[in-house]
């Protein structure tokens, strides 16, 4: 199984580039450490990795400053492997290693696996990227806290950006992977868009659904392009997505629609696919330090300052400060608790706002549904390097589009006023 200790890791570039003194940190007990699960191989990794690099970036900043209850931290990491039986034997093993505090869920998959065994393992989860509705709803547990809008608010806010950014474009149609967040996330995009659409005479055309794991698109890329749809949302993630564009675009794609939204993989399809992006993508996205309101954000600059330092790489994707973002809430919580202990970091956690990147940051206390901005971000080719550019960001408040909190209970659309 695959595993990493952060600080071991990092310890000697971090010494290097940061000054860190191997002295300057002095464990009264040990370190404090705290379990990591993401997806690090499989469809996933893509988006796995980048919310590994924010966790490990926000832990290093923490031990940089003295770390936690006079303890340095120590970050435990195990592979999910984009899967959720994996998700839910790495949570055990972490947990009968005696770590009660657990970041995970960097997709809804492996989300739907670990967030039901919180209670049983007495452990704080944060929920770091999955968006599936079940995890703040039916499956909802006091022991779990996610640190991303759900499918409805992320979706909802995404579908009128678009309508709202997109007047001309009447008839839309979706991609998703045919399982409870890509049916729901397609729904929830398309409904947003007839609402907000300035006309009145805008389609939203059956969802065309593939599987999760799918690598092949041909078939659903002919139905695209037999469709009458000028707008697209891609609901694929991960290496999925990229293997998508690429077979996309070879079959003349991007000349047909006007606009393409994505579900969130962000830079990492802009790095992947370079001076060949598709040239009025718009995605779900947390951070880009060289436009506002992150570009005159104390905690953004350090973040892009140290990403450098420790990467090389100028250009570091969005989802980066997801990861820092969801570590630091857990790191803020232990703080305000001034205890690793599990009730008391929940209700720590029930109590907090914290500074972000992207602005303050707090969780309903009724869902522990993390409550932020939500931004958007277009981008197209470019012939410098990285050969994709980020042109402009959008941003939509969520408490303006979050639906009523019901824990313990399924979420149901039809239920809420139309």
């Known amino acids: 199984m695959h595993r990493r200790t952060l600080l071991k890791g990092l310890a000697a570039s971090a010494s290097l580039s940061l000054g860190m003194k191997a002295t300057y940190l002095r464990a009264q007990s040990g370190p404090l450490k705290v379990g990591v699960s993401y997806a690090l191989s499989g469809v996933g990794a893509p988006v796995g990795i980048q919310f590994m690099k924010g966790t490990e970036l926000a832990a290093m900043q923490i031990n940089r400053a003295g770390g936690l209850l006079g303890r340095e931290l120590e970050l435990v990491v195990r592979d999910d492997k984009y899967n959720s039986a994996e998700s839910v034997a790495v949570a ?6 005696g770590i009660n505090l657990l970041i995970g869920g960097s997709q809804t998959v492996t989300a739907l696996g670990l967030a039901p065994l919180a209670p049983e393992l007495k452990a704080v989860v944060i ?34 950006s678009l309508a709202e950014t997109h007047p001309d474009v009447k008839n839309w149609v979706s991609i998703a992977p045919d399982g409870d967040f890509g049916r729901d996330s397609a729904l929830f995009f398309g409904n947003a868009v007839k609402k907000y659409a300035p006309g009145k005479d805008v ?7 593939t599987q999760g794991t799918a690598t092949d698109f041909r078939t659903q890329i002919n139905g695209l392009m037999s469709s009458e749809a000028e707008g697209l949302y891609v609901a694929i993630a991960g290496a999925a997505q ?16 006007k606009v393409i939204g994505e579900v969130g993989n962000g830079e990492v399809t802009g790095k992947a696919m370079g001076r060949n992006t598709y040239p009025n993508l718009w995605s779900i996205s947390y ?24 990467t090389g790489d100028k250009f570091p994707p969005a989802l980066v400060m997801a990861g820092w973002r969801s570590a630091m809430a857990l790191f803020e919580g232990i703080k305000k608790a001034n205890s690793s202990e599990t009730d008391a970091v929940i209700a720590a956690m029930e109590e907090l706002t914290f500074q972000t990147p992207g602005g303050p940051c707090s969780f309903r206390k009724e869902d522990h549904q993390m409550i932020a901005t939500s931004f958007y971000s277009q981008m197209g080719p470019s012939e410098e390097e990285p050969f994709y550019k980020l042109n402009q960001m959008a941003q939509i408040d969520t408490s303006e589009m979050m639906e009523p909190a019901t824990p313990g209970v399924k979420f149901d659309v039809k239920a809420l006023p139309q």
């Open 92 to 97: 055990r093993e972490l947990a009968g290693n």
């Open 127 to 160: 929920i770091a990227g999955a968006a599936g509705m079940p995890v703040t709803h039916e499956l909802f547990n006091k022991n779990i806290f996610r640190t991303v809008a759900n499918s409805y608010t992320q979706y909802s806010s995404f579908g009128r």
């Open 203 to 209: 389609s939203i055309l059956d969802t065309i659904f």
């Open 242 to 257: 990229i293997s998508f564009f690429q077979q996309a675009r070879t079959v003349g794609l991007y000349d047909k629609f």
């Open 287 to 310: 951070w880009n330090n060289d436009l506002e309101p992150f570009k005159s954000n104390e905690l953004s600059q350090q973040l892009y300052k140290d990403y450098v330092e420790s």
